[in-house]
Every structure is written in structure tokens, then in C-alpha cells.
């Protein structure tokens, strides 16, 4: 259960989800081939080709996700850097959030699964709904990390929460 809510597929689920349905092979079918082309023309500026989408992060989310929103949403992208020894007080967001570590470690709690979990640099990790948590900094290295979150407009990235499990 270490990894049980980690996740970068859900950032093309929730794309495809505000941006209408998905078309075959953009979610991983394996019946038609999704590699990216190779760029035939140099980037404008200083000549060298454009960069392809590098994958940062991955993991999985074991219980099915179905994601709504009852109007407009706002899909936002931010960097965070959390240094050693930091902890990031209880919070929930009204939204959706999926994290990808891709530098040091972070420890995530989530209410009603109390079991610290540990992700690393490579690592992705999905906040449903309003679901209260907590990830801090166990490691010796400043945790960096991309943050997306998916929520209606003029909604706040989060709120504070009454902590839900006991101190680790």
C-alpha cells in the first residue's frame, strides 16, 4: 500500500475530462502507436529543435477516479520546494491535486489512511476532493515538487484542516 495514491495518468484523465472525451491511444492503448514525431524544423530563436514532453513523474491511483466539476475549472501548475525538516500544515483543497516529487523525498498522510507514505524523486501522488492531508520533509534534501490542481474558479488552492491522524 506504499504507493497506493500515487499518479501523473490522472493529469491526462483530468485534461481529458474538462477538455472532452479521450481519443484511442491518448490514455495508453496499445492499439495504435502514441510515440510523439521527431520535429522536421529547428525552434525559432536559437536553432535548436523544440523539446518533447519529458516524463517527470508516474504512479497509480488503485480505487476507480471519476472526476467532476459542476461548471468551469481552473487546471493550474506550480513548482514548490519544501526544505528538510519542514512539515506542510493540514490542508485540503477544493479540488483535485496530483503532486510529482522530482527532486528529494516527501512524506504524505491522508485522513483516514494514517500510514505515512514516502515518495521520491520520480514519484506522483493524487489528493481527491477535499480529502484533508499533510506532507512534510522527512529527507536530509529540499523536496521539489510540480503541483497541479484542478478546481473551480475563484476557489482558494487550499484551506486549513483540523489534523486527522495522530503525530508520526
Same mark, same amino acid.
Given at each position: 500500500m506504499r504507493r497506493t495514491a500515487r499518479m501523473l495518468?490522472?493529469?491526462?484523465? *483530468?485534461? *481529458?475530462?474538462v477538455a472532452g472525451c479521450a481519443q484511442p491511444g491518448q490514455l495508453g492503448d496499445p492499439a495504435e502507436d502514441t510515440a510523439a514525431p521527431a520535429p522536421t524544423a529547428p525552434a525559432a530563436g536559437d536553432g535548436s529543435p523544440p523539446r518533447l514532453p519529458q516524463l517527470l513523474g508516474s504512479g497509480l491511483v488503485e480505487d476507480p477516479l471519476q472526476i467532476r466539476t459542476p461548471g468551469p475549472a481552473v487546471y493550474s501548475v506550480r513548482t514548490a520546494s519544501i526544505p528538510p525538516g519542514i512539515a506542510i500544515g493540514w490542508a485540503l483543497h477544493p479540488g483535485t491535486e496530483t503532486t510529482i516529487v522530482t527532486a528529494g523525498s516527501v512524506t504524505l498522510q491522508l485522513e483516514n489512511a494514517c500510514d505515512p507514505v514516502t515518495?521520491?524523486?520520480?514519484? *506522483?501522488l493524487f489528493i481527491p476532493d477535499a480529502v484533508p492531508h499533510t506532507l512534510r520533509n522527512d529527507g536530509d534534501t529540499t523536496a521539489e515538487l510540480v503541483v497541479a490542481y484542478l478546481l473551480a474558479p475563484g476557489a482558494p488552492d487550499q484551506l486549513s484542516a483540523p489534523a486527522a491522524c495522530p503525530a508520526a
Open positions: 495518468v490522472v493529469l491526462a484523465v *483530468a485534461a *481529458a475530462t515518495y521520491e524523486a520520480g514519484d *506522483a
